[in-house]
């Protein structure tokens, strides 16, 4: 271990892993993540995948990178990185420019050969010169002969032991942060609990990695990195897609409603779809359909039949599931549809994020068909509003669309597992005795809430029909009628739009004296929340406001909103929010900072957006 006046402490770090798809930059990402938010520390990980299955190895397309911000006060991955791990010439080349300019370089030299800097398309044989590095600022490590001198004896082939060198980058991070590496092998033991031999090997690895750091370069300093005082609780690096999952289970677990899954796989909503095949011990029952539309199909099916029912896509699928929607609408059952969102249009940029399904989910079907949407704000919060957009569901009998984005489901953060009594009961509107009794019908409604009730087949005296077909106001049967028609119309827009008599009120941070709010929804609010900071930390005034429920709005959103004078909606589109916006606030001129460039937004894009708006209202 490094003498104790070498640590120095610090309050964050910026990580960036970069190498070839096939070099486990992911894995090795995650595992810090996750030890990290074991220690108490905030984080923030941004996975970039390439779009490429599998690129040719160690070409500029099939780099892949992982980017992680561990520390205090943490909300985003961090524009720039601190130190870049480089496993070989294309990742460099390609991640230098997410690296502060006097950040650390740590590369693997012995892939700087003649083959390899071709494919990567140097002009030289000098890469360090030719992208004018400081040379103080990179260190050079044989990661290739270490690895091979590590596991000479091991047994393995050539293959297999070149498949652990990203477990001697991981060994050398951990002895830069103070990490503690007998966290990291519990990690890797648990993962090849299967295969000793391969957990030997690693174990030999990441040791190796650490000695190497501690041995060779022990005259440099090591950084303790600082923990922000933390709910007691047990904690743990969860990703969006996982905690969707997860919340959706706690949500089948407080209704007493079964959990159905029926979904067909597509990047990058699928791992919802892995979580839940997984969770046969919890009753949960995944299909995986032979298309999107057979998908929410079978969801439906199982919502007539008493489910808490669930469908999960991307924005392709979901355009696929539109007429199903409307079924669901029409048939007023709970039903969970979950976008996450990914660039387009068509199928567009697969692992790349986006907010622009928005329109689409707001009235992407035929006719009048309202429905609930809402927008998880990180990765944590996906297990929140997956368990809201599932009582939201249940209770008011309607669809939900759920919008994450591919930002927030394959990043992390560090999560506090929840007590089961933190959430609240969800209780179903069942068609019961005392309701027969009152001459039921399949679109009787609660008085208050508008709400029809749920009848579950096999309840005696209730057996029914519902459809596609418009019904009859008062005795449910098939009507073309051109007044009741409005009036069923009418009604279902003000089920939903009652809905906002229940849920949360709308809320602003920052500068609470300021005349000008910066507004985001979804996926965007560590980038914004930040942005925030920083412009007060400045001294430039600014409020924030983050939307998580679209439709309905919070009760006291407009009016609240309405009382700035300048209005400014930050969002991964060309303005879909802020357009949404207007259409409830003409007399307000709704300002815009946009990015379509399929990566998140960075701070500083944010701040310098604002300043750049102020600016020119000032003129």
């Not at 990580?15 to 220690?39: C, K, P, T, Y």
């Amino acid at each position: 271990m490094a003498q104790e006046s070498m640590v120095k402490t610090i309050d964050k770090v910026v990580i960036r892993f970069s190498g070839d798809s096939g070099d486990g930059m992911q894995l090795v990402g995650n595992i810090f993540s996750d030890v990290s938010a074991g220690e108490g520390n905030m984080i923030s990980t941004f996975p970039d995948y390439p779009a490429e299955i599998r690129a040719p190895q160690g070409s500029l397309s099939g780099v892949s990178g992982f980017q992680v911000s561990v520390g205090k006060d943490v909300h985003t991955p961090g524009d720039k990185a601190d130190v870049l791990v480089a496993m070989n010439p294309a990742a460099l080349k390609t991640n230098l420019q997410y690296l502060k300019p006097v950040g650390i370089i740590i590369c693997d030299s012995d892939s700087f050969t003649e083959v390899n800097l071709k494919k990567a398309l140097y002009n030289t044989n000098d890469p360090i010169a030719e992208l004018g590095i400081n040379t103080n600022n990179i260190m050079l490590v044989p990661m290739t002969t270490l690895l091979k001198n590590t596991l000479a004896d091991s047994g393995l082939d050539n293959k297999a032991i070149l498949k652990c060198k990203n477990m001697l980058a991981l060994g050398l991070i951990c002895w830069l942060f103070d990490r503690p590496v007998d966290k990291v092998l519990a990690k890797l033991k648990a993962k090849f609990a299967k295969k000793p031999a391969i957990y030997e090997a690693n174990e030999k690895v990441v040791k190796a990695g650490w000695d190497y750091g501690h041995n060779t370069h022990a005259s440099m300093p090591t950084y303790r990195i600082d923990t922000d005082e933390a709910k007691p609780g047990i904690y743990t690096d969860i990703n969006g897609n996982t905690a969707t999952a997860w919340g959706l289970i706690m949500a089948s677990e407080k209704s007493g409603r079964p959990l159905f899954l029926g979904s067909y796989p597509i990047t990058p909503a699928t791992d919802i779809l892995h979580e839940l095949a997984k969770r046969k011990d919890l009753g949960v029952k995944a299909c995986q359909m032979e298309d999107e539309i057979a998908g929410i199909c079978s969801a439906i099916g199982a919502s007539y039949g008493g489910h808490l029912a669930v469908t999960t896509t991307s924005g392709p699928g979901l355009a696929l599931k539109s007429e199903a929607l409307g079924l669901a609408v029409m048939a007023e059952l709970p039903l969970v549809a979950i976008d996450v969102q990914r660039g387009g249009p068509s199928t567009g940029l697969p692992t790349k994020t986006e907010q622009t399904d928005l329109m689409q989910a707001l009235y992407g079907r035929n006719g009048e068909s309202p429905l609930c949407v809402v927008a998880a704000a990180s990765p944590v919060d996906c297990f929140t509003m997956a368990f809201e957009a599932a009582r939201i569901a249940i209770e008011h009998m309607t669809p939900v669309i759920l919008l994450t984005d591919a930002f927030i489901a394959n990043g992390s953060s560090a999560w506090r597992i929840p007590d089961e009594n933190e959430f609240p009961e969800i209780k179903p509107r069942l068609v019961t005795g005392d309701i027969l009794e009152e001459g039921w019908k399949p679109y009787l409604r609660d008085k208050d809430t508008k709400v029809r009730y749920w009848a579950i087949p096999g309840t005696e005296g209730a057996m029914h029909r519902v459809g596609g077909l418009e019904k009859d106001y008062n005795t449910s049967v098939i009507s073309t009628d051109g007044a009741n028609h409005e009036l069923m119309v009418k009604t279902r827009r003000e089920k939903i739009a009652r809905i906002a008599d229940d849920i949360p009120l709308f809320d602003v941070e920052g500068d609470k004296d300021a005349d000008t709010i910066l507004v985001g929804w979804g996926g965007t609010y560590g980038h914004l929340h930040s942005a925030c900071s920083v412009l007060n930390e400045e001294g430039v005034k600014v409020a924030m406001a983050h939307f998580r429920y679209i439709n309905p709005l919070p009760k006291n959103a407009l009016e609240v909103l309405s009382g700035y004078k300048n209005i400014i909606v930050a969002e991964l589109n060309t303005g879909m929010f802020a357009d949404y916006l207007q259409m409830h606030l003409p007399m307000k001129e709704i300002q815009r900072i946009n990015k379509i460039e399929g990566q998140p937004f960075m701070v500083n894009e944010i701040t310098e957006g604002v300043k750049k708006l102020l600016k020119n209202n000032n003129k």
